[in-house]
């Protein structure tokens, strides 16, 4: 059971460049996030999905793209990276809610990228 | 601005140290949880509580949401190196499930 894998783990673009960040799970959970991590402000979303062929915007869309084609994988694109989108990305998974009930995010290890 | 504000965002104590960190909004959660996440790793979650003015132990983690739903406390009693890392409150809203509210989060140090 791997889990929450994201890959890469680092990457260097320059400005303009293009990129795919992969997230997959195989818990067969329904729920896929996508967050980025900057200092001193937590963890922010940037898409979601709540299942195979759905996605959703988050709280700071603007710049990125997502797919959800198969269940267990979650792709996030940038198609034209900016340094602002120098950050920690952060994928993550989970069962969908049921009775109001939310439960635990499963994180994977981020995806450290810098765009010069 | 962010919906959830935690304070402080720094702390650096001693190891034996007691701390409080506090996850304030003026919004209404249906639930809330608490993450840890060491360096170069995921957050992990600590816990979720669902009741206003609920109160759960984990060890030495004491946490508590408030009354009226809009915030939560971490009290960390006898702290130690190995409580060391950033902790995140993170808000459910009662209408729309689908998604968790990350606070701004508090770094945590601890020394031996």
């Known amino acids: 059971n791997a889990g929450v894998t994201q890959t890469p783990k680092f990457r260097v673009l320059k400005t303009g460049q293009s990129m795919t960040l992969l997230c997959a799970q195989d818990?067969?959970?329904?729920?896929m996030y996508w967050y980025r991590q900057d200092p001193g402000m937590g963890l922010r979303l940037i898409h979601y999905s709540v299942g195979e062929g759905t996605t959703a915007k988050g709280e700071v869309p603007d710049g990125y793209n997502v797919s959800r084609l198969k269940k267990q994988n979650f792709l996030l694109g940038l198609e034209s990276a900016a340094p602002s989108q120098t950050s920690v990305y952060f994928c993550a998974s989970t069962h969908n809610p049921r009775q109001g009930v939310f439960y635990e995010q499963y994180f994977g290890p981020g995806t450290r990228l810098t765009v010069t | 601005t962010q919906l959830l504000e935690q304070s402080p965002q720094f702390l650096s104590i001693q190891e034996g140290e007691n701390l409080t960190v506090y996850c304030n909004s003026s919004?209404?959660?249906?639930?809330l949880q608490w993450y840890r996440q060491e360096p170069g790793e995921g957050p992990v979650l600590l816990v979720t509580v669902v009741t206003g003015g609920e109160v759960k132990k984990l060890k030495r983690l004491t946490f508590q949401f408030g009354d009226a739903r809009k915030d939560s406390s971490l009290h960390i009693t006898a702290a130690q190196t190995g409580d060391t890392g950033l902790y995140l409150c993170a808000g459910i809203r009662a209408y729309n499930t689908d998604k968790l509210i990350f606070g701004t989060g508090t770094r945590l140090q601890v020394f031996p």
């Open positions: 818990m067969n959970h329904e729920y």
């Open positions: 919004s209404v959660f249906s639930s």
